[in-house]
């Protein structure tokens, strides 16, 4: 917040006291606080994470915006820096940390891989990007991106924080829980929410689903 907001708050203030107190709103005082204070959290998944810690290094040094300590717990961090290529294996535990994080938390996928799956979308063994379980906040294009490109992305998530306001703020609504089901790894990945689509899917009951064996549940017996 510039000194300048602060001075010109929109009503009058008698010219005697006019550079010694500020008068604001409580939501610019909370968002200022919070996006010049966030922490990410320290982890790093493929080629990504280089430039994420180049990011944090002497010449680019994301410290000027409040963040030199990468928190090695998700329970003291609220940014989570999603850099690199998410494979089948690891998302459960990225769903994990991102669940043991307290609100509020913001997630910023850095790089093709984060975003969409990058060169590696379609893979075995690639999820094509991480919003397919976790709510992102800002994507960060490139491969990989540049500490230039992930500070642009830190400070548009700064301005996106600055937009938010208490009274609206999911996290302090009575019933907000936003849990997400950790998906579980087999021989191939399953999302716990989607249930029903992969038994229909398994089932065939999809009348959509063309082709395959029609397979009654409760009989076990194909019809
Ligand atoms: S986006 Fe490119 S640089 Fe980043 S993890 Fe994927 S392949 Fe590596």
Same mark, same amino acid.
């Given at each position: 917040m510039s000194d300048e907001k602060l001075n010109n708050p929109g009503i009058e203030i008698p010219p005697e006291l006019s550079n010694q107190i500020a008068v604001t709103t409580l939501d610019k005082i909370y968002n200022w606080s919070r996006a010049k204070s966030l922490w990410p959290m320290m982890f790093g998944l493929a080629c990504c994470a280089i430039e994420m810690i180049i990011t944090a290094?002497?010449?680019?040094?994301?410290?000027?915006?409040?963040?030199?300590v990468m928190r090695p717990s998700p329970r003291q961090a609220?940014?989570?820096?999603?850099?690199g290529t998410v494979t089948k294996k690891m998302i459960p535990q990225i769903v994990r940390l991102y669940n043991q994080m307290s609100e509020p938390r913001y997630v910023l996928a850095m790089g093709a891989c984060a975003s969409g799956?990058?060169?590696?979308?379609?893979? =075995?063994?690639?999820?094509?990007?991480v919003d397919k379980f976790i709510p992102v906040d800002i994507y960060v294009p490139g491969c990989p991106p540049t500490p230039q490109a992930l500070l642009h992305g830190l400070i548009m998530l700064t301005k996106k924080i600055e937009t938010e306001k208490l009274s609206e703020?999911?996290? =302090?609504?009575?019933?907000?829980?936003?849990e997400i089901p950790v998906p579980i790894l087999g021989p191939d990945l399953i999302d716990p929410r989607k249930y029903d689509v992969i038994k229909n899917h398994t089932f065939n009951?999809?009348?959509?689903?063309?082709g395959g064996l029609v397979i009654d549940q409760k009989q076990g017996e194909q019809s």
């Open positions: 290094s002497s010449r680019f040094d994301f410290s000027r915006f409040g963040m030199e609220d940014v989570m820096l999603v850099s799956g990058g060169p590696f979308k379609e893979g =075995y063994n690639v999820v094509s990007g703020a999911e996290w =302090y609504k009575k019933d907000f829980n936003e009951e999809d009348p959509f689903i063309d």
